[in-house]
């Protein structure tokens, strides 16, 4: 089957780094995205890997290894506005986008 | 981006009334259309994937009878929830892709709240 695994919540505090692992288990690739998700709000997108490495924009970067499954999203200088849920995402050979659970940050001050 | 509109944004419904929910790709031709729904505190469930022009796929367990699909053109989705009931309550949203986005994000539209009482 089909897996994606994230942790279910972190705590952070502002003006710190913080990182979201995802591992996932999908039948084919063709990316990974991270999304950041409010709280009765619609996803919105973060950032798209489909190459090993990092890839960086502004406060947040996202890594990618294809051989171990594995990718991580890396939050710097947190604000209390990056309070939100944080859902990583594979599509999968069908061009299908396979969720996962989403992490719940918490940003304290 | 490309920008996906979603109306309404929040509607509340009388149990056994139909209610219907549109999706528009404002900037792009959208060659696939994806509803979601998302119950609190979980993460997005596909429910449906539609082509222009051709009937909805829906994943398993889902009743498309309930949940009627409509893709007729390609800035337009619908999706209506008929006889809706207190357990559809829940956040509907829509994705749309076309043949260019293949390679980047599907874009998102604002989400519908349903509130069935």
């Known amino acids: 089957g089909q897996n994606i695994d994230q942790p279910t919540e972190m705590t952070a505090t502002e003006g710190a780094i913080v990182q979201i692992n995802c591992t996932y288990q999908?039948?084919?690739?063709?990316?990974l995205f991270w999304y950041q998700q409010h709280a009765g709000e619609a996803p919105t997108f973060l950032s798209y890997n489909v190459l090993d490495g990092l890839e960086e924009k502004g406060r947040f970067s996202s890594f990618l290894s294809r051989s171990k499954g594995y990718s991580y999203l890396l939050l710097k200088e947190l604000q209390m506005k990056d309070s939100a849920s944080y859902l990583c995402?594979?599509?999968?050979?069908?061009?299908?986008?396979?969720w996962g659970a989403g992490t719940k940050l918490i940003i304290k001050p | 981006g490309a920008v996906v509109s979603q109306h309404p944004s929040w509607v509340i419904c009388k149990s056994g009334t139909s209610v219907k929910i549109e999706c528009r790709s404002l900037d792009f031709q959208a060659t696939t259309m994806f509803w979601y729904r998302q119950f609190p505190k979980q993460s997005l469930m596909l429910m449906a994937t539609?082509?222009?022009?051709?009937?909805?796929?829906?994943e398993q367990g889902v009743e498309k009878d309930k949940f009627l699909i409509n893709h007729a053109s390609l800035t337009l989705s619908t999706l209506t929830v008929t006889s809706a009931h207190p357990e559809d309550s829940s956040f509907y949203i829509c994705s749309a892709r076309g043949e260019r986005e293949r390679e980047t994000e599907a874009f998102f539209g604002q989400g519908t709240r349903l509130t069935v009482v």
């Open positions: 539609s082509n222009e022009g051709s009937k909805a796929t829906y």
């Open positions: 999908t039948s084919g690739f063709n990316g």
């Open positions: 995402a594979v599509r999968d050979s069908n061009y299908q986008l396979i």
